[in-house]
């Protein structure tokens, strides 16, 4: 295509020209035909025959040119094709969208068998790959709704050491919000993609602040770590560094464990620091375990060696606590009426319900009563079956032990 050339011209544009002066432009064939043959040709490659009789087919063929890439479908530009949108200003952004009300400024749906609805990708050291700013009240930057068959609402993939989704707070507001749905349906769904090592969400702390803060409204737990037979939560910590730590403000608790069936409600495994270790404040236990029905509020199986037992009480400095004022490794205290306070039950012959172990001049075991019953009570049994050196048993209204030669009575006067 050109513009018209031809001397009787003024800057390539047809005139009228002044009578007894300038001649009027002349049209000339070639600029005629350069005409022609643009629309024509523009009409031929959307697909259409020339026809004389016709005089829509321009219409048609650039009606048919931009259905190839979108359409309007109930008031909506619909995308045919697929599309690039980079930014060229500096700061800009490649898309724009606002939803009014309740719709979707960019709504992405993956076809079938993986299809991706939506994908960005950040580019650089700092690039944002998707950025969505929820505006108003409960206004939501980016929502992403799974499909039925365990479809996904969004899929993020770190790449080498890129994070798959970066999400910063801003004063008080979360840079995450996972809620869940009815019916045991997940706030936030999170699988590690490895068979291996693989990392279902990692969270990072700086300073005093928490890598993960878990917060309920009502009788929910803040947090719900479920699993197959793996772990449901795998904290690990170096030095002297919490794995979790889980803070109760007045009558809450800061962790709260239920089992069912058969599994533990907390499970702690020590190397050589222990497995579960708790901290009581200023007249606040440092752990409070409540048996439920037939089952026991803790459950601890040593292991195979005398050295690997299943729980470990140590006081926090101190003699034993004899006048009160030093640190207690396990304090136990009955319910109501004839609530027990500690139950042991040693395993096969030679298996003991507890071993105590005094440190330097310190007993292994220190009883005391502040109140008015008793400091320690033996219930009357039938004699052991096999009697060990250092049994002690009550029997009959006598109190007996094994001596390692004989069974022998203690007569109190």
Known sequence: MYLPDDPTAAAGQYTEGTPGVTLPTRVRADHL??????????????????????STQLADA?????????SIVANRLVFTKGGDFVAKDTGG?????????????????????????????????TGIG?????????GIGVHGKGGTGGGYGGSFEGISNASGVLAKGVGSGAGIRAEGGATDASAGLFIANAAGDGVGVEASCSGT???VKGRCVGAGPGGDFGSGSGPGLVAAAGGNAIGVQGTGAGNGRGVLGIATGTGAGVYGQGGTGPGVAGLGGTNAAGGDFLGNGSGAGVRAVGGAAA??????????GGTPPVGGGVGIGLRATGGSSSGTAVVATGGGPNGAGVIATGVGTGPGISVQNTGTGPAMRF????APASPQVGDFWFQGGLFKYHDGSAVKTITVT
Do not use: H, M
Request: hydrophobic residues 40%; aromatic residues 2%.
């Open 379 to 382: 219930f009357a049994q039938a």
């Open 62 to 70: 650039i009606a048919a040119a931009a259905t190839a890439i979108a």
């Open 130 to 138: 998707v950025d969505g700013t929820g505006g108003g009240t409960g």
């Open 33 to 54: 035909n350069a005409i022609t043959n643009e629309l024509a040709n523009a009409i031929t490659a959307a697909g259409l025959t020339l026809t004389k009789s016709d």
């Open 307 to 316: 050295s690997t037992p299943g729980g470990e009480f140590v006081g926090n």
């Open 209 to 211: 602040g928490a890598a």
């Open 93 to 125: 952004k490649g898309v724009t969208a606002l939803g009014l009300t309740t719709g979707s400024g960019v709504k992405g749906t993956g076809g079938a068998t993986n299809a991706i609805g939506v994908e960005g990708v950040g580019g650089g050291s």
